[in-house]
């Protein structure tokens, strides 16, 4: 039955969100095609989202202590970290949300993202990161914007 009231309350907000979408779309220009086309390996990512934990304010302590853990790693100073940090909104169109936060980190190469992501490094730092995940083990998502 709540699954019924979830896609009732979506199918009433997606002509709104269609129509929000076809307004803040802009068209792109054959000039910015082709420069997007050359920048096209600059758009690896790897990503982790963090599920809502059971105590946001010790999460917020450790997910701080856990960041500077990854910089000291990682040799990232502090202006020059090749991350950031997203937090989810507590509730999207009246649906509570499955995540807390989430992790980013770009790439220009498949070939450094591997390079990085399997590095014994970022090994000590995942099992820091499943460390400090309260509300259950983070996912881990690797993509190529295109």
Known sequence: MIQVKIIMKLLKILPLMIALLAFS???ISSEQNSQESKNQ????????????????????KD????????????????QDKPYYITKMDKEVFGIPSTFYQ???????????????INSKEMEE????????SSGGAPVVLIGKKE
């Open 41 to 60: 390996d600059k758009y690896y990512t790897f990503q982790v989202l963090y599920p809502l934990p059971t105590n946001s304010i010790q999460f917020e």
């Open 25 to 27: 779309c802009k068209p």
């Open 125 to 132: 730092a995942g099992k820091d990161a499943m460390r400090i």
């Open 63 to 78: 997910y701080l202590k856990h960041l500077n853990f990854l910089d000291s790693l990682m040799g990232y100073s502090h």
């Open 102 to 116: 989430m992790f980013t980190m770009t790439f220009e190469t498949r070939e450094k993202l591997e390079e990085t």
